[in-house]
């Protein structure tokens, strides 16, 4: 609110941004100068008047009101500035948290993520996938014992999903061909660290009649499209989020084999690296300051895989696995899966 005496200034929020409210005190009706006199900042309105363009206002445009009502006024002072020019602590924010995300930058992340989910929908449904929802409270692990929540489920134990995997397997074997879920994976890991979460949203995909080539294809198609939709819809918001240099990663993503990645991390990092050893996060910070772009790294060792992963006919000792980068991080892993009982045996 902006009180310059015979005219006043207020800016005015919803989901779509932001749209400035002049009040000449001599030419709207006393109801509404009642109401703007006793509103307070952060509270809930509704408005209706004239738009017109002024090119000062933000957004290039001003409402004139005709009425002005306060749905629901909120409290003075705020726990915490949403307009960001005092900083709030960790502790404040999550205090306020439906506040804190009344923030253009807190808001911004939100409505990329939507962007993306909507995205990924799209190019999966136009590819002929189904959609599946997979149970979250599960009897048994699907991955290491070590990483499970445990639960109380009536006079039982259960435990929180961490992968869909043998969901997704199921409805191979049922004959769906091509099915995926984004939903909630937890992990029981102990962290510290910006790449490891609890809870976590997990992209899962499962095809029937696939090599490890096709999917890395599709993964490729995914991330591409991910991109050009952020972009094409989110330019206003990447801004909020200081994103700037954005662009949609070019096809085809370099294949490095396991073997090469190894090396490169051996002649740049000084921690002791050996072949068969898994790559830490300083060896992928290497890998992907010398790759410089999405890649992923192929053909890795049978033994330090997880034992379903299908290996070479013509050299078992390596593995039709994958695993998508991003030169900050890893994206996804997959392999083609066995499907001969007796291999699995």
């Known amino acids: 609110v902006r009180d310059l005496g015979g005219l006043s200034f207020l800016l005015v929020r919803d989901r779509t941004g932001i749209i400035q409210v002049t009040i000449p005190r001599k030419k709207v009706p006393e109801a509404v100068l009642s109401?703007?006199?006793?509103?307070?900042?952060?509270?809930?309105?509704?408005?209706?008047?004239?738009?017109?363009a002024i090119d000062k206002a933000p957004g290039g445009r001003e409402l004139v009101p005709d009425t002005f009502t306060i749905i629901s006024q909120s409290e003075s002072p705020l726990p915490l500035d949403v307009v960001e020019k005092v900083p709030a602590e960790l502790?404040?924010?999550?205090?306020?948290?439906?506040?804190?995300?009344?923030?253009?930058?807190?808001?911004?992340?939100?409505?990329?993520?939507?962007?993306?989910?909507?995205?990924?929908?799209?190019?999966?449904?136009?590819?002929?996938?189904?959609?599946?929802?997979?149970?979250?409270?599960?009897?048994?692990?699907?991955?290491?014992?070590?990483?499970?929540?445990?639960?109380?489920?009536?006079?039982?134990?259960?435990?929180?999903?961490?992968?869909?995997?043998?969901?997704?397997?199921?409805?191979?074997?049922?004959?769906?061909?091509?099915?995926?879920?984004?939903?909630?994976?937890?992990?029981?890991?102990?962290?510290?660290?910006?790449?490891?979460?609890?809870?976590?949203?997990?992209?899962?995909?499962?095809?029937?009649?696939?090599?490890?080539?096709?999917?890395?294809?599709l993964l490729e198609g995914l991330v591409r499209h991910v991109y050009e939709r952020v972009l094409d819809q989110c330019e206003t918001l990447l801004g909020q989020l200081e994103i700037r240099d954005l662009e949609v990663p070019a096809a085809p993503f370099p294949r490095i084999p396991y073997s090469e990645a190894i090396t490169i991390a051996q002649a740049t990092i000084p921690e002791p690296i050996r072949h068969g050893d898994d790559l830490s996060t300083a060896a992928e910070k290497a890998v992907g300051e010398e790759m410089g772009t999405h890649y992923f790294i192929v053909d890795w060792p049978t033994e330090i895989k997880p034992y379903y992963a299908m290996p070479y006919e013509d050299k078992p000792s390596v593995c039709k696995a994958f695993d998508l980068m991003h030169p900050r991080m890893e994206l996804s892993s997959g392999a083609q899966r066995i499907h001969q009982h007796d291999l699995l045996a």
């Open 35 to 52: 109401a703007v006199r006793a509103v307070s900042r952060e509270s809930v309105v509704r408005v209706t008047g004239s738009v017109k």
């Open 91 to 217: 502790d404040t924010r999550l205090d306020a948290r439906f506040l804190d995300a009344r923030r253009p930058r807190v808001a911004a992340v939100f409505q990329v993520r939507s962007a993306a989910m909507q995205a990924i929908h799209e190019y999966l449904f136009s590819r002929g996938f189904l959609h599946i929802t997979t149970p979250k409270v599960v009897a048994a692990a699907t991955e290491g014992g070590t990483e499970l929540f445990p639960i109380a489920y009536f006079e039982k134990e259960a435990f929180l999903n961490q992968s869909p995997q043998l969901y997704k397997q199921m409805l191979m074997a049922a004959g769906f061909e091509k099915v995926f879920e984004i939903g909630p994976i937890f992990r029981a890991e102990e962290h510290n660290t910006t790449k490891h979460l609890n809870e976590a949203t997990s992209i899962d995909v499962e095809v029937s009649f696939a090599d490890h080539h096709e999917v890395m294809a």
